[in-house]
Every structure is written in C-alpha cells, then in structure tokens.
C-alpha cells in the first residue's frame, strides 16, 4: 500500500524544549533506519531497528538523542533539550528484511527548526 | 575527510545534454553502491543499485563502479527538465553494518 510517512512534516520550538518525531514504515518491513540531513549535507545515518531491537545506534549524536520502536511498525524519534544544532530534516526508511541487498524506502522527512 | 565525496554543484545543463555524476570514496570495505534521486522537499528515490565493479543500464541511466579507483559515476542521457533534482550516493560495505554512507549531493538542473 502506501509508502514510508512521517509526522509532523514540520516542527518549529524552542531550544531547550523535547521534540517527538514519528515513522510508520510500508507495512510488513521489519528493517527501519533514521537519518537526518542538514543544510548543503548529505544524510547521516542515526540508528538501525530490526524488528523492535536496535542493534546500530552509532549515530545517535548525543545522550539527548533516543528512539525506539512498538510493535515492529512505528518508530519515534525523541530529541530532549534541543539545541539549534538539531535543526535539520529527519528521515526514516524501512526495507523489507534489512539485508544489503535491500531497498531503503524513505519518508519525506520531518523539517525540524530549533529557534 | 569524509568517506564518500561528491561535488555539490549546481551543474546547470541545456535539456538533452548528457549528464555526469560521480563519487568518490575512501573505505575499500564498501561494495554496494546506490544512486538516490531526491526532489526537492521530499525523501531521496532509488534510481540505480550496483554491487562491485561493472555497469548497469537501465533507460536513459547508466551506473558505474570502478573499485580499483574507488569512483562510481552516473550518467543521464537525452536529460529532460524532469530531471531536475539533487543526486545522491550511497554506499554499504555488506557486512554487519546496515546504513548506508551517503554523498552531499549534486544538485542537478536542466534547464528547458
């Protein structure tokens, strides 16, 4: 059915304020990966969930940084105490088993400002 | 120095023109390798896959890998305004490790 979505697909705060960013991948992939892309960069690679485990959390920057996934479906994103660094698109994908040979599907991208 | 570069451009092209991409990367260990169209406001599209050297056509694309070199390229015939977008690679090492290593991007534009 339908693709990868994420929600909000815009969030404006305050620095020092918790954000909660949303993934619901195609139904049925049990690989989900968060990215997030800044201005003139290309993506860099946050965390991995294989089913509700994450074994690659590697690019989660900070403490500040959490993620977690129900269900083997959706995934939140949780940044705490944002900072104006965190501004930037988030974006998930989901592949049907997670395997290299697998096509990452992406969402089109949460757009987070931190003022 | 950042594993996977690739220019930023923008390279601005007349339609029809024959368009070249490419990257260049540092970790031996990679060997699968993607090129992502992303349009503007939206998520990066997969438009090509390749895994070690070679070439693969598909349509008006062609994708290259030259690992002795550590340099992949995309080429875009008879290029059409719809093309305009920014073209990323990616690129995996296959073992353990699940995330894709990207590029910056080139910003792409055909103009009409």
């Known amino acids: 059915g339908a693709g990868v979505s994420q929600s909000p697909s815009n969030k404006v705060t305050e620095k020092g304020k918790d954000v909660e960013l949303r993934c619901d991948p195609i139904?049925?992939?049990?690989?989900l990966y968060w990215y997030r892309q800044s201005l003139g960069q290309g993506l860099e690679f946050l965390i991995y969930?294989?089913?509700?485990?994450?074994?690659?959390k590697s690019g989660l920057p900070s403490d500040r940084f959490s993620a977690e996934r129900t269900g083997g479906s959706v995934s939140t994103l949780t940044i705490q105490r944002t900072q104006q660094e965190d501004s930037a698109v988030y974006l998930c994908a989901s592949s049907r088993t997670g395997t290299n040979t697998d096509t990452q599907y992406f969402g089109p991208g949460t757009r987070l400002t931190v003022l | 120095q950042k594993e996977v570069e690739q220019d930023p451009g923008p390279l601005s092209v007349p339609e029809g023109a024959i368009v070249s991409l490419n990257c260049t990367y540092s970790?031996?260990?990679?060997?699968?390798f993607m090129w992502y169209r992303q349009y503007s406001r939206k998520g990066p599209e997969l438009l090509m896959y390749?895994?070690?050297?070679g070439n693969k056509e598909d349509g008006r694309f062609t994708a290259q890998v030259d690992k002795s070199s550590k340099y992949i390229s995309l080429f875009i015939r008879d290029s059409q305004p719809s093309d305009s977008a920014t073209y990323l690679c990616?690129?995996?090492?296959?073992?353990?490790?699940?995330?894709?290593?990207f590029g910056s991007g080139t910003r792409l534009q055909v103009q009409p």
């Open positions: 990616a690129m995996s090492a296959g073992t353990g490790r699940r995330a894709l290593t």
């Open positions: 970790n031996s260990a990679f060997q699968y």
């Open positions: 139904s049925g992939h049990t690989a």
């Open positions: 969930f294989q089913g509700n485990s994450a074994p690659d």
């Open positions: 390749t895994y070690s050297s």
